[in-house]
């Protein structure tokens, strides 16, 4: 038993965090290869190495996928400084090469020599699509102003599907529950972001984020437009691209008569927090949202002119109204506070109510013990304290929103 457990504690130090060894990069320039500070690590790597998220076999492990800044030509590579098959005889290393290509293209270089020289061909490298919006954003370490574009692409694009296979693998390392798209589907819309840099004099670009929308027919004459997917790769996470590409989306989408709204398939929380800022900067000064008509409360006014000119549907816009209307209020007055929050938490107590009310269809078909269970999980107390913090997490999300409106 002691030598099995010494065993075991050797065997242990050849297990790896993925999160850890997987190193991306986006590669401009030939020095950026050894440069460490262009370095990034992915957030999620359990689609690929399992929910553990470790690999076995190795030391001193790192998975490199290195990827030109613009056309996102791939270089893979395993390095290390031990594998187990070099100490032990009948265990097996795992097998990383075969798991990492189930999701990178083919195509990809393995040769360091070559993929550095596939740096010269970016300069031919242009974004695909129409342009829909230019925009800049002033680099501090830089001293200047950085410009940024957004094209609106699709499958005739020539290049872009191979691209896109290419672009697609970065959501398995940064999407939790991510998943790779069917391409052949024509219904799907991508919008992408580009940054403009010089090198050598000349104007390249360099992949920033990107957006798949899918657009689903509601009646015979009307599409409703869905996110899918949307990223902004960490390099530029934090810069506000996110927001730009988001607002741009939507006015695309608003220029079109045969788009009903626009909504998002399964959005995270910060997503939300993201459209939240993007649709209540479009409507804050529309006539239905002033300050007169947002103490009134929510109206179908409000609903109709959010739809007709920005393609928000009524449960975006009832959050939007939220947001301005604590922008309007004087929470310091005890009966403007009062009004706000009984109005925020009748739509809060919606699903409680739902609740009690299959409670009293229950009462009539559940036995004495099965409806003291059910009893006890919708307690009255516990509804209320559940209600009083989802409120108050809603008005701390509010006012950070509302912090960024006052900067934008």
């Not at 191979?162 to 672009?167: A, G, I, K, Q």
Request: aromatic letters at 12%; one cysteine or more; glycine letters at 4%.
């Amino acid at each position: 038993m002691a030598d099995l457990s010494a065993m075991e504690k050797k065997l242990a130090e050849y297990k790896c965090d993925t999160n850890e060894a997987v190193k991306l990069k986006l590669v401009r320039f030939q020095e950026d290869v050894e440069d460490d500070s262009t370095t990034f690590n992915p957030e999620y790597t359990h689609q690929v190495f399992g929910d553990d998220e470790i690999v076995f076999g190795y030391k001193g492990l790192q998975i490199q996928l290195f990827y030109t800044a613009g056309n996102l030509n791939t270089f893979f590579r395993i390095i290390f400084s031990s594998k187990v098959t070099e100490k032990f005889d009948c265990v097996e290393a795992d097998d990383i090469e075969g798991k990492i290509r189930e999701i990178i293209p083919s195509g990809f270089s393995t040769n360091i020599d070559n993929f550095i020289s596939s740096l010269e061909k970016e300069a031919n490298f242009k974004p695909f699509g129409t342009l829909l919006h230019t925009y800049s954003v002033h680099n501090e370490e830089a001293g200047e102003d950085v410009t940024y574009q957004i094209y609106k692409a699709d499958l005739t694009c020539p290049g872009f599907r191979d691209y896109h296979e290419r672009l697609q693998t970065f959501l398995i390392w940064f999407i939790e529950t991510a998943s790779f798209i069917d391409v052949d589907d024509e219904r799907w819309d991508y919008f992408l972001v580009f940054e403009k840099y010089n090198k050598d004099g000349a104007t390249l670009f360099a992949t920033v984020g990107y957006m798949t929308v899918y657009n689903y027919y509601v009646y015979l004459d009307k599409t409703r437009p869905r996110v899918s997917q949307m990223l902004i790769l960490p390099p530029f996470q934090g810069e506000g691209h996110g927001t730009q590409l988001l607002e741009a989306v939507y006015r695309y989408y608003m220029s079109l008569p045969s788009v009903l709204d626009v909504t998002a398939e399964d959005p995270s929380d910060n997503y939300i927090k993201l459209r939240d800022f993007v649709l209540s900067k479009l409507c804050q000064d529309l006539a239905s949202f002033s300050s007169e008509k947002l103490v009134q409360g929510f109206s179908q006014e409000m609903a109709k002119e959010a739809q007709l000119k920005f393609k928000i549907n009524k449960q975006h816009s009832r959050r939007v109204y939220e947001i301005l209307r604590l922008r309007a209020v004087d929470m310091s007055n005890p009966a403007q506070s009062k009004a706000y929050r009984l109005d925020i938490k009748k739509r809060l107590i919606s699903p409680f109510k739902k609740n009690q009310r299959e409670l009293t269809k229950m009462k009539k078909c559940l036995r004495p013990e099965e409806l003291s269970n059910q009893m006890s999980q919708v307690d009255l107390m516990v509804q209320h304290e559940t209600l009083e913090k989802n409120y108050q997490q809603l008005v701390s999300d509010y006012r950070r929103i509302i912090e960024r409106l006052a900067e934008a």
